[in-house]
């Protein structure tokens, strides 16, 4: 349906910059395709003989695609380049890292492909236009999430120190390798074997990890310590996301009757279409609130719907207190219910070049910062026969 071309996924980071002149800072507008931005960052670091850390941005983006954001890196010198893959211009310099909140939102242009007929996508958007749509956090937040195994972070709220790390180091995702597949499969039989563990062991990492058990068997704590903090931390944010879809989840079922819903990595998505959109127009000017120890509810009603849903994963607003990982915690922050896209136009119409007999369409938007594109498609594409 979408990303079947880099060019049929368009993306431009928007961002207030206080560039100046000089800086500690050098800032750069960084254009790619088929790479992530942490794989990225860590081929630039080698390239420029600084330490990943050194670089810095506001967010990540996909592979699949052709993406435009802004990195700054902690080095005066221009690094400005282009290699197969990306390229690197300089904009000037800041006193400060790049970060999120200096992200304004981003610009899309999006092909739809493979389409039976392009009109009930028209009429889709001309509805999105007046009543928005559910601002959840999309599959790609999940990627760390295996159904099987479960949240790295609910086994830690929990204190299963033992199940995390299982979790951490046995759970496969959607389109890894075969060969490593198996080789986690054979960690998770193996557990608690950890001379075995230890033999099937690759990186640096997990040798040390396993090294470590097999001295002290049963100090499973000690050996969460040593995985990296900023996998430990995407794992928390994983979590967060998937409790606040499911508060959201909760909201749209107590406010639209019989909404439409869409599989999902971690559930479905939920959403209000035709004569039930305009029920769902008061989620517009709400804003739940990310998970943690203390949490601002807009309203008690919010306030139980999310009790109910700790209360069947035998958790409570206390067990976010954790502070078993270094200097990982949560902490809780507002996010909108529901967003509206700016700008929605649909650019052109047409045959699908790469699906015979079926049509295409392209668009046009811009979203704020942390809303999902590809949330924004699934509303779409409902009404699509296919």
């Not at 001309?126 to 601002?135: D, K, M, Q």
């Not at 479960?150 to 204190?159: D, P, Q, S, T, V």
Request: aromatic share 10%; glycine share 6%; charged share 30%.
């Amino acid at each position: 349906m979408i990303k079947a071309l880099p060019e049929d996924f368009i993306v431009e980071e928007k961002a207030a910059l206080p560039l100046a002149a000089a800086g500690p800072y050098r800032v750069y507008r960084l254009t790619k395709v088929d790479w992530t931005t942490p794989d990225l960052v860590r081929h630039l670091a080698r390239a420029f003989g600084v330490s990943p850390t050194a670089i810095s941005y506001g967010g990540k983006k996909d592979k699949h695609g052709r993406t435009s954001q802004h990195i700054a890196v902690r080095d005066a010198r221009d690094f400005s380049r282009e290699e197969n893959g990306f390229r690197l211009t300089a904009l000037g310099f800041m006193a400060r890292p790049m970060g999120p909140d200096l992200l304004l939102g981003n610009a899309f242009r999006i092909v739809l492909r493979d389409l039976a007929e392009t009109a009930p996508v028209e009429r889709a958007l001309a509805e999105v236009r007046e009543t928005g749509f559910p601002n959840y956090f999309d599959d790609q937040r999940f990627r760390s999430y295996d159904p099987e195994r479960g949240f790295f972070a609910e086994k830690i709220l929990r204190r299963h120190w033992n199940g995390a790390l299982q979790v951490f180091l046995t759970s496969t995702a959607p389109g890894m390798w075969g060969p490593e597949k198996i080789r986690r499969r054979e960690l998770f039989d193996r557990w608690k074997d950890w001379p075995r563990c230890l033999e099937l062991a690759r990186g640096g990492e997990e040798r040390e990890i396993f090294e470590f058990l097999t001295a002290h068997p049963k100090d499973q704590v000690k050996a969460l310590h040593k995985l990296p903090q900023e996998e430990i931390s995407m794992r928390y944010s994983s979590f967060q996301s998937h409790l606040w879809n499911e508060l959201l989840r909760a909201v749209v079922r107590e406010t639209v009757a019989a909404p439409a819903s869409v599989p999902g990595a971690e559930g479905e998505y939920l959403y209000w279409t035709g004569s039930r959109a305009p029920a769902a127009a008061g989620l517009l000017a709400l804003d739940l609130p990310t998970c943690a120890a203390r949490m601002e509810f807009p309203d008690d009603r919010t306030r139980d719907l999310f009790a109910g849903i700790l209360q069947s994963r035998s958790l409570k607003f206390g067990d976010f207190r954790t502070r078993a990982l270094h200097r990982v915690y949560f902490k809780s922050f507002p996010r909108p219910a529901a967003v509206k896209p700016e700008n929605p136009v649909v650019l052109e119409t047409g045959i699908d070049e790469l699906n015979r007999g079926r049509r295409r369409l392209t668009l046009s938007f811009a979203l704020p910062r942390g809303s999902y594109a590809t949330i924004l498609i699934k509303k779409l594409c409902l009404g699509d026969a296919g």
